[in-house]
């Protein structure tokens, strides 16, 4: 099929999905749903918009980009869901990022604390609730390096002063206490609770004179930001970076800690991997401290090659040198996976609908495999992410932003790809259309997936998923 035929195709498919609308929503679904065509500047799509009520949005809220992404994995510190025990038990499962420490001596990643808060205190507020349980918190984990303040919806609605007990108790107790203003109700999506936790590291972390520690610096001292070590993939890609001859004196958020994001003001480079959820403090810390940010990608030998060299261009001769000696030593290893798994992958088609960075970063990847993405979206991105992605996607590419479930179901049963590559909300509705599936969020409980390393994971998960006998045997429920 020629690639005009593609688009033809796929836009005939958008139209015939959007018959199933009201009026109404079927004009406000259509900006959203789009087929790339080759020379524009971005995806022809609507984005960072609100949910139509009464459609299967598969969205998190403001508390989840802000608890969930930003601030939880921060290790040494206590994250205070306040509020109902509900957003704090629905954030319990954590993402898998990895961290070294001793769990409740002085790390709490995957502690879960919460203000539990009752109709009492919706009625009569939560202020000295909150007090209190930093106290209980102070008293039975010392050890921690600070506390952070996730306000969940009532808070914002009954108008609790967490500034006001957070700055008392951080006196009190002599480290920080950080009030994050993420209620979920703030928004159309997670987006803003990144960009909220962003501003609270700004004016509650760097602005506070004297809390970080100074370190030594050196000329190539960079960060790592917007990697939540998935798997251990924050590991993976701070291995490739000082083996080029980089010191990384900050990572953060996953396996991150307080005294690193203090001193990450300190760098000449602050490396970014998730643009969308980091983007705004790079951008303060460019104005403000006049440091660099740059954006990469370690997914795929193709993507990681040229990050590598596009970070070294920033440093001189001697990490240039590093990182071609890198790329090299690392051939022999690329060659043998791809050896081993693109004669299985060859050919397939991918659709995938994740967050953050991925449904962009990771296309490299699959086409190092021989595999084509035939579809793409993101969950909350924002009119810069669908413009970057015009660098990884071809003509005829299926665009779909805050897609339904309704919509997706349809494009997947229509276009039928190999592999379905999405998040645990979307994974067992294809899994009983007996659509092989891996989750992409949080990498199917394994990874990880950046780094030269990582590839040879990540290839071989995908061969184990769509390969698998099994799906010769599965057949949909309507369909028997």
């Known amino acids: ?28 679904r259509a900006r959203h749903l789009s087929v790339h065509k080759e020379g524009e500047k971005d995806c022809g799509v609507k984005s960072n918009v609100k949910s139509l009520p009464g459609v299967m949005t598969i969205r998190g809220c403001a508390y989840a980009g802000s608890k969930g992404v930003v601030w939880g994995p921060i290790k040494d510190m206590i994250h205070i869901s306040h509020g109902p025990v509900g957003c704090g038990y629905y954030s319990w499962s954590g993402r898998r990022n990895y961290y070294i420490g001793t769990t409740g001596i002085d790390s709490f990643g995957t502690m879960q604390f919460t203000s539990d808060f009752q109709e009492r205190d919706i009625v009569f507020g939560g202020d000295k ?26 808070i914002g609605l009954i108008g609790d002063d967490i500034e006001a007990v957070s700055r008392a108790k951080a006196k009190e107790y002599g480290k920080p206490v950080i009030p994050v203003r993420c209620e979920g109700f703030r928004g159309v999506s997670q987006s803003l609770g990144h960009h909220i936790a962003n501003d609270a590291i700004r004016d509650w972390v760097f602005e506070k004179e004297g809390n970080a520690t100074p370190v030594e610096q050196t000329p190539y001292d960079v960060t790592v930001i917007g990697d939540y070590n998935i798997g251990g993939d924050a590991w993976s890609s701070r291995i490739l970076l000082e083996e080029i001859g980089l010191r990384v004196v900050a990572q953060w958020s996953g396996d991150g800690t307080i005294a690193e994001l203090e001193n990450t003001p300190r760098a000449k480079v602050n490396l970014i991997h998730c643009y969308r959820s980091m983007n705004y403090i790079a951008r303060h810390m460019e104005e403000k401290y006049g440091i660099p940010w740059v954006e990469y990608n370690f997914f795929g030998p193709t993507q990681i090659e040229k990050s590598l060299r596009k970070i070294a261009s920033l440093f001189d001769e001697k990490i240039q040198e590093n990182a071609e000696k890198v790329i090299a030593q690392y051939r022999p290893l690329v060659d043998a996976t791809i050896e081993k798994y693109k004669s299985r992958l060859d050919g397939k088609k991918v659709m995938l609908y994740v967050g953050g960075l991925r449904p962009r970063h990771v296309v490299g990847a699959y086409e190092d495999l021989g595999m084509e993405v035939t579809g793409t979206g993101y969950e909350f991105a924002h009119k810069d992410d669908y413009q970057r992605t015009t660098d990884y996607i071809g003509e005829g590419t299926l665009v779909y932003d805050d897609v339904t479930g309704y919509e997706f179901e349809k494009f997947v049963e229509a276009m039928q790809p190999d592999l379905v590559a999405s998040g645990i909300k979307e994974k067992y509705v294809f899994q009983k259309m007996g659509m092989p599936f891996r989750q992409m969020h949080s990498w199917d409980y394994s990874g990880p997936y950046h780094g030269y390393d990582g590839f040879t994971i990540f290839a071989r998960d995908m061969d184990m998923a769509i390969n698998n006998p099994i799906w010769s045997q599965v057949k949909a429920p309507w369909d028997k």
């Open 1 to 28: 099929m020629s690639l005009t035929d593609t688009v033809e195709k796929n836009q005939g498919l958008i139209d015939e999905v959007l018959e199933a609308y009201p009026e109404k929503a079927k004009k406000k």
């Open 129 to 154: 609730k909150l007090g209190t349980l930093i106290d209980e918190i102070e008293e039975l984990f010392p050890l921690n390096k600070g506390i952070s303040v996730q306000s969940e919806c009532p």
